[in-house]
Every structure is written in C-alpha cells, then in structure tokens.
C-alpha cells in the first residue's frame, strides 16, 4: 500500500499463485498405469513403438504400486480403485512367470539350448563349454554365419552333434539346428517370413519323432512390426499327431499379444512353467544389464519341463537359454 502525493490511497492487489489441484496430480500419476494395464490386458499395443514399450510391463507392473500408493495416501478414493485395478491387472500379467513349479510329467529326457549369435561373434569356446556341459540334445542358432559354422565345428561340435539343418548366412539372417540325433530337414513349415527360420524331423531313439523350429521373426522396428506380427501368426499351431517345439530369438515377450495368440494354440513357454519367466535375456554384455525377456523356449502341452536356465555369452547381446524337457 502506498500513499499519493495527491491524495488518497493507491491499494495494490495481492496476486495469489494458483495451485494444480491434488486431485488432478493424482490423476496424472494414475492415468498412464491405468492405460497401460489396459493395453497389456486386452491387447491393444498396434505399430512399432507401442509394440517395444510392452515388453517393459514388468517394470511397469512394479512402479504401478507407487500412484497406489499416492492415492492411497492422498484419499482420493476413486483413484485409489483405479490404481489398484491397474496393480492388479498388471501384477496378475507378469507375477506367474515367477511362481511356476518344476513340471513332474514322465517321459523321455529332451535337452534344449537355444543362442542368437549376434552376426556369429558369440564366444565359441563358451557355446562348446556349455554343450559339454549342459548336454543339450538340439541345439538352436540364430544369426548363424558360414564362418560360426566352420569354427563351432573346428571346436568339436562336429563330432558331438553331428546332425544338422543349417541355413547359415553372412548376415542376421542365419539361422541353423544341431542335433545328436538324426535330423530331416522340413522345408514347408515355415513361410518366408523374417529372417531364416529352419526347421526338421529329430528322430528320438526309443519314442516318437519330434518336430523343431528355430524361431527367429524380424524385430518389430519401424515397418518391420507387420512382418514380425505375419512370422508369429506363421508358426504352426499345435498339432496333436506330432511333439513339436519351438526355440529361439522370438523378438518378443509374453507381454505381446501376438506371442499370446501363439500360444494359445496349443503351446506353453517352458521358462514360464518353472518360475524362470522374468529373467531377462537381452541386452546381455552392455553396459546396461539384460532387461527384457525375447529368447525362449515353446512345446506343446504333452511336454514336461523340468528346469530352465539362463547362461552368459560373451560376444553377443543375447543370454542362452537352455532347457530340460520331457518328452512323451
């Protein structure tokens, strides 16, 4: 307040700030949880960025606790019920993955060990570490090169699985299945859809053939993501004349809808079954650790599945996956 020369008073007016409501900052915590749990249930995500986005639904089924909480605390109740409904919903997604159970179906031991290559740089003295060790009955290469198969069979890949269906390149298109057991090639599986995606008749000895598939779709970049959605509606469904098995770089997590929809055709992630199903695969070997899980593991509803681990691979940005089945 300040007094005129010439008279009076000259009042000047106090500017009060405005203040963003509580409500609505709840609102703007609550809202994209809530968004996304209904795009992770009801399977909305369409184009290449919401595609990517989904497979961070782990984290952000844990960080939905935090508006929850904000909610709760500020007792906006209608908030608090939409906040714990996307909790739920997103806790409900992802939480069984880690709660599976050792599978007890009898039946023939299987062992399977899946690698993306990373363009055939993967650490050869590693992969043979593991087949040494690990055992695996097939085994399942993505980003195979000419010049991985020459050295993984000077290492003496040869000799242990000398049954193969190969379709190496020099490129990530290169793709290749080793076997201990005799192995046919089947070329009508799979359409020419991503990159080289073999597939063949493994005769098991003492039991029915099974039928294996090595998975590797185009990643859903950019335009890619209408390829990546044909190579998963691709992979044939379960069929009940035949064991099959599905293994590799699928580009995609349980979050997607399009690896639902597959395996809602007679299949099951054998990572999932065991309680193994949110350890992350790649990025492996960065600076950042592994964060999502795109590397798996599918059979058929006949097979069992024992154990499933992850193993380290210097050379690549991909972990192994190797897993043991059973087989009727």
Do not use: C
């Amino acid at each position: 307040m300040e007094t005129s020369a010439v008279g009076g008073t000259i009042v000047t007016p106090v500017r009060k700030r405005r203040k963003f409501p509580a409500t609505a900052l709840t609102w703007v915590a609550v809202t994209p949880f809530a968004a996304w749990a209904v795009a992770r249930v009801a399977g909305l995500e369409r184009g290449s960025l919401p595609t990517q986005l989904m497979t961070a639904t782990p984290y952000a089924a844990a960080g939905s606790l935090v508006p929850l909480l904000i909610a709760a605390v500020g007792r906006r109740r209608a908030a608090t019920a939409v906040a714990l409904l996307s909790a739920t919903a997103l806790g409900f997604s992802v939480l069984p993955r880690a709660l599976g159970t050792a599978d007890a179906a009898t039946g023939r031991p299987l062992r399977v060990m899946t690698i993306n290559m990373l363009y055939g740089r993967a650490d050869i003295a590693t992969i043979m570490q593991l087949v040494r060790e690990f055992r695996p009955d097939v085994l399942s290469t993505q980003e195979l090169t000419p010049g991985a198969v020459a050295d993984l069979d000077a290492a003496g890949l040869k000799e242990i699985m000398p049954h193969r269906v190969l379709q190496d390149e020099w490129s990530a298109g290169g793709s290749g299945i080793y076997s201990v057991h005799p192995a046919e090639a089947l070329w009508d599986v799979m359409p020419p859809v991503g990159h080289q995606m073999p597939a063949a008749t493994i005769s098991l000895p003492g039991g029915k053939p099974i039928e294996f598939i090595d998975a590797h779709p185009f990643p859903p970049l950019g335009p890619q993501v209408s390829d990546w959605n044909a190579a998963l509606d691709a992979f044939p469904s379960a069929s009940a004349d035949r064991i099959r098995i599905i293994a590799g770089d699928f580009n995609a997590s349980l979050d997607h809808a399009a690896m639902r929809g597959l395996l809602s055709r007679g299949y099951k992630d054998a990572a999932d079954q065991v309680g193994a199903g949110l350890i992350p695969t790649w990025p492996a070997n960065k600076r950042v650790p592994p964060l999502i899980t795109i590397d798996h593991v599918l059979v058929d509803q006949r097979v069992g599945v024992r154990e499933v681990s992850v193993r380290d691979v210097p050379g690549t940005d991909h972990r192994a996956v190797l897993a043991e089945l059973t087989v009727p």
